[in-house]
């Protein structure tokens, strides 16, 4: 199995979990929940593999530098 495939699985999971514990509630903003659940963390362990180097994080991100330091920002991260 793909790590893309365990990703997904993983998704899918937490997903499952959520929905499960809604107790009633209406889902709301899921994709912006799991969008901000796993950009933070990707940023994150990028960023600290390339010490930090904006370039080459966008490059392995394959975005642009400016959505980089935006979503950085959005996130806080330094």
Do not use: W
């Not at 998704?11 to 899921?30: I, W």
């Not at 593999?49 to 330091?69: F, H, M, P």
């Amino acid at each position: 199995m793909s790590r893309n495939c365990k990703l997904s699985h993983a998704v899918t999971e937490s997903l499952e979990d959520y929905f499960s514990h809604l107790d009633g509630e209406q889902p709301h903003a899921v994709y912006d929940m799991v969008m901000h659940c796993v950009e933070e963390p990707l940023l994150r362990y990028v960023m600290k593999k390339v010490a930090g180097n904006q370039s080459k994080a966008a490059e392995i991100l394959d975005i642009n530098r400016n959505t980089l330091r935006k979503k950085l920002q959005q996130h806080k991260i330094e």
